[in-house]
Nanobody, 123 residues
């Protein structure tokens, strides 16, 4: 399984970014996908997840109402639309493949991880 995340960058507070994660080497729709992030000096934390069918999603409280996770199973790609970005959102963002079709919010529920894409939000 390979996961390739992209779309990070440097933006100002209030701006938007869309992250993408292209997956290969798996039957994509069979698995939940998640986004996690890790800020400097902090542990990796859950951001959002989506079930294999795309109908069920979960979000961290810190991003609810600002971030939207979605997936295109025909393209084997999961997205994270990030609006109203804040400096506190600065982190390396990782996509991950879940062990089951059902979305989870714990790291142990994910087996494969992408390389990460850096998001920097300036104030």
């Amino acid at each position: 399984v390979q996961l390739q995340a992209s779309g990070g960058g440097l933006v100002q507070a209030g701006a938007s970014l869309r992250l993408s994660c292209a997956a290969s080497g798996l039957t994509f729709s069979r698995y939940a996908m998640g986004w996690f992030r890790q800020a400097p000096g902090k542990e990796r934390e859950f951001v959002a997840s989506i079930g294999g069918s795309g109908t069920t999603t979960k979000y961290a409280d810190s991003v609810k109402g600002r971030f939207t996770i979605s997936r295109d199973n025909a393209k084997n790609t999961v997205y994270l639309q990030m609006n109203s970005l804040e400096p506190e959102d600065t982190a390396v963002y990782y996509c991950a493949r879940g062990r089951t079709p059902w979305p989870g919010n714990a790291r142990y529920e994910y087996d494969d991880w992408g390389q990460g894409t850096l998001v920097t939000v300036s104030s």
